[in-house]
């Protein structure tokens, strides 16, 4: 059985230089953290972190993971929410059988962002019996180092082969093989998840602004069933956490969730065929764009105003 000091020189080796990666402050706060977790808690920690991202596929969070984060981002961000209650309108349409599961699509900036959105929305998700559910679509980049797989469980991800026009790694994947990584997640959409996260544009934006979303997205959305999706806005990862960057940074972040949307009713105005999907996910853009500052609109500026 590993013990809390053993877990700790662990989470220490994770970062070859700590005070490189987040301002020295913040170090205690994860080892007061540890200190106060339950050795099996700090275990299903440690088995997690040893095979997650090794399959295709849904991995489950770490409760560890979630808890040092959530009291890591806290210390380190200024947030300021905004349209919390349309959130707990799509919650609330998965619970009245309105809805089979609730898609959030928002822009993307950091590799942050979802750590970010995990923290900021989870009192909600709770509050609404969705606590254990928020998962997120990531490709392998997510896992490619020990910073980045550490935060992948603060929740439940679903690795998946980006395309090629989006991905840097996986250039040397068959065909084959990048259909079986996309059939293993929207099946397990499909069984492990209720509350979805996406970043429909493929990647992070290098301009701050938003690009057009990509059609094969719907994909995932359809494998969500009758989903309800929910558009929403993230400001301020890219403070947190530059691109290119492994330093933590102090940031304000602004999150702005919108109006929800039930995929049936987009089936109904755009049709199912495959000339609908970049309708929809055109249809989705702007709604995202609705909730962002109108110089961060980027492709669906003109269209929102």
């Given at each position: 059985?590993?013990?809390?000091d053993i877990v700790i020189s662990e989470l220490r080796s994770l970062f070859p230089d700590w005070e490189s990666t987040v301002p020295s402050k913040i170090w205690p706060?994860?080892?007061?953290?540890?200190?106060?977790?339950?050795?099996?808690?700090?275990?299903?920690?440690?088995?997690?972190?040893?095979?997650?991202g090794k399959e295709w596929g849904f991995h489950p969070y770490a409760p560890f993971a979630r808890r040092i984060l959530k009291n890591v981002l806290y210390v380190i961000t200024d947030p300021v929410l905004g349209g919390l209650g349309?959130?707990?309108?799509?919650?609330?349409?998965?619970?009245?059988?309105?809805?089979?599961?609730?898609?959030?699509?928002?822009?993307?900036?950091?590799?942050?962002?979802?750590?970010?959105?995990?923290t900021l929305l989870q009192p909600t998700l709770i509050a609404k019996g969705f606590g254990d559910d928020f998962s997120v679509v990531v490709g392998p980049k997510v896992y490619n180092q020990r910073f980045k797989a550490f935060?992948?469980?603060?929740?439940?991800?679903?690795?998946?082969?980006?395309s090629l026009t989006v991905a840097t790694q996986e250039a040397t994947l068959s065909i084959r093989e990048i259909a079986r990584a996309a059939k293993k997640v929207m099946?397990?959409?499909?069984?492990?998840?209720?509350?979805?996260?996406i970043f429909p544009e493929g990647g992070r934006s290098r301009t701050g602004n938003l690009n057009r979303f990509l059609p094969g997205v719907i994909k995932?959305?359809?494998?969500?069933?009758?989903?309800?999706?929910?558009?929403?806005?993230?400001?301020?990862?890219?403070v947190l956490l530059p691109i290119n960057h492994s330093t933590l940074h102090y940031a304000r972040v602004d999150v702005t969730v919108g109006e929800?949307?039930?995929m049936s009713d987009m089936h109904a105005r755009y049709g199912t065929t495959d000339q609908a999907k970049p309708d929809i996910m055109d249809h989705f853009?702007?709604?995202?764009?609705?909730?962002?500052?109108?110089?961060?609109?980027?492709?669906?500026?003109?269209?929102?105003g």
């Open positions: 059985m590993a013990t809390i706060v994860i080892e007061q953290t540890a200190y106060e977790t339950a050795v099996d808690e700090l275990e299903d920690f440690l088995d997690k972190y040893r095979t997650v349309n959130l707990e309108k799509g919650l609330d349409m998965i619970k009245a059988g309105k809805a089979d599961r609730l898609v959030l699509l928002t822009n993307h900036l950091s590799y942050a962002d979802a750590n970010l959105l995990a935060s992948s469980l603060q929740f439940n991800s679903l690795l998946i082969a980006q099946g397990d959409i499909h069984e492990q998840v209720k509350v979805l996260l995932l959305i359809e494998a969500a069933g009758n989903a309800v999706v929910v558009p929403a806005s993230i400001i301020g990862g890219n929800p949307i039930l853009g702007r709604a995202v764009a609705a909730t962002m500052p109108p110089e961060r609109r980027g492709h669906y500026a003109q269209e929102n």
